[in-house]
């Protein structure tokens, strides 16, 4: 009988045994979905993307013959650090041709701890227009050091100019596909991770519902009230006789 009741049951809820099974495959989905949103947002990006082009010019701090070689180290340093600042974009936007806030947000200048050297990198999305912006900032500089020479004991001289760039430094929509398949990747797994993690809690909190309902059915079983059988009555003793 038991075994039939339980086919029946199964019979008429087929979803009991497919459930499962299905469970498991659904969620495995996850990640590669995640792989393949997240390669075709970058692909995406890569192909809606403006390409930026860099373009980098060298300039070397040089002390006078009256001062001190290693002096042009440290002074290398602090023109690398102005070199973005308002006074020198300000001489530069003109022989760039574009305005300072643009010089400011498209330039950058390096130093190397070994040489007194300083490099100027400028970005923009045509080749001619970093070219340009790289040369104008290089000059500037040399300008204003050359006005400070008598005061600094250093000048700065231009060493190599800016060349025109003939490859984007932007990811293409190849290599920005890759990160974002592995990006999408990443937080397809994490998500995996979690969410059997949520569900191992939620069957705890049930599993411990279902023990305390089971603890506490006996003690209100042995709260009811049990009839107890009242005494039977005491058999009647003959009363002796009076003589």
Do not use: H
Request: proline letters at 9%.
């Amino acid at each position: 009988m038991t075994s039939t009741a339980s086919t029946a049951s199964t019979a008429s809820n087929p979803g009991t045994t497919a459930r499962p099974r299905l469970l498991p495959l659904a969620r495995w989905t996850v990640l590669p979905a995640a792989v393949l949103a997240g390669a075709a947002a970058g692909a995406g990006y890569g192909v809606v993307k403006t390409p930026q082009y860099a373009a980098t010019s060298y300039v070397l701090v040089v002390p006078d013959q009256k001062a001190d070689p290693a002096a042009a180290l440290g002074f290398a340093q602090a023109y690398g650090r102005v070199a973005t600042d308002l006074a020198v974009t300000g001489g530069a936007q003109g022989w760039a041709g574009v305005p300072v806030a643009t010089l400011r947000s498209s330039v950058r200048a390096e130093t190397s701890p070994d040489a007194p050297m300083v490099s100027i990198t400028a970005r923009s999305p045509k080749p001619a227009k970093a070219v340009a912006m790289a040369d104008s900032v290089a000059r500037a500089l040399v300008l204003d050091s050359t006005r400070i020479a008598a005061n600094t004991g250093v000048r700065v001289v231009e060493f190599a100019r800016a060349t025109k760039p003939t490859t984007p430094v932007s990811p293409s929509p190849r290599l920005a596909a890759l990160v974002g398949a592995c990006a999408g990747g990443l937080l397809g797994g994490l998500g995996l991770l979690v969410r059997p993690k949520r569900a191992a809690v939620r069957g705890a909190a049930g599993d411990g519902r279902r023990l305390g309902a089971a603890l506490d059915a006996p003690s209100a079983r042995t709260s009811d009230p049990v009839a107890v059988p009242a005494p039977a009555a005491a058999a009647q003793q003959p009363e002796p006789e009076t003589v």
